[in-house]
């Protein structure tokens, strides 16, 4: 129950990892490593940073796969572009970046929008438990 009446709870996320500048090669901004890496730290600072983050949506974002999603739209949109693809180098430093506690509080990966590149976070996610030097949790 809640304590007040009239109180409204609110849990802040991020709906595709493209918010931290990447996935723009097509229009003329490569991938900025350093500013990707940056942007994800000041998010982390956020005095309510997001519980969790979707590292695709519905686009290219330079760091994984997307599901298709948009079918519905036809051939006014062309989700082409590393569809159903993995997780990329790029996008393994964003998801250390996000997860790592030693920067700021965790931020979780919502796995929606991603198809081969969940099953390859999966893996990854389990691998990191089973570490004992690892401070993902």
């Not at 974002?61 to 948009?70: K, T, V």
């Not at 519905?72 to 062309?78: A, D, E, F, W």
Request: charge should be positive; glycine fraction near 8%.
């Amino acid at each position: 129950m809640i304590a007040m009446e009239n109180t409204i709870a609110v849990i802040i996320t991020i709906e595709g990892a493209h918010v931290f500048n990447c996935g723009l090669g097509d229009f003329g901004v490569a991938p900025d490593e350093k500013e990707i890496l940056g942007n994800i730290q000041k998010v982390k600072q956020w005095q309510y940073a997001p519980l969790f983050i979707g590292l695709a949506h519905n686009f290219n974002n330079d760091l994984c796969g997307h599901a298709r999603s948009l079918q519905r739209l036809g051939k006014l949109v062309n989700q082409e572009k590393n569809i159903d693809a993995g997780i990329f180098k790029m996008g393994e430093k964003v998801i250390h970046a996000l997860l790592d506690n030693n920067t700021g509080r965790s931020i979780f990966i919502d796995l929606k929008h991603m198809v081969l590149a969940r099953q390859q976070y999966l893996r990854c996610e389990k691998r990191l438990q089973q570490q004992a030097d690892t401070h993902y949790r």
